[in-house]
């Protein structure tokens, strides 16, 4: 299940928001790793792996040793996005 998250936008209006990791699939492919690899690589479990796949929540621990892995920074492997109504 996607995490949602809400927000007030400036017009004090709510709307709903989601993390999305396609980010991370997309740096993976141009690298030409598995995800197995990235497993290894960062030292996660496959379980976060798992949660990661279905834009679920996981520890900031664990972004930080998949961006230390990928050298790169977090907003390269993810994104927070508008829920449209």
């Known amino acids: 299940m996607t995490q949602k998250l809400m927000c007030i936008d400036l017009e004090h209006e709510r709307c709903e928001m989601a993390i999305s990791y396609k980010k991370l ?13 990235l ?3 960062a030292g996660i479990s496959h379980a976060s792996m798992a949660k990661l796949g279905k834009n679920e929540n996981v520890t900031t621990d664990v972004l930080v040793k998949i961006c230390t892995a990928l050298k790169c920074d977090i907003s390269d492997i993810m994104e927070i996005t508008e829920i449209e109504p």
């Not at 699939?25 to 690899?37: A, G, P, S």
């Open 25 to 37: 699939w997309k740096l993976l492919i141009d690298r030409n790793m598995k995800k197995k690899d």
């Open 39 to 41: 497993c290894v690589a």
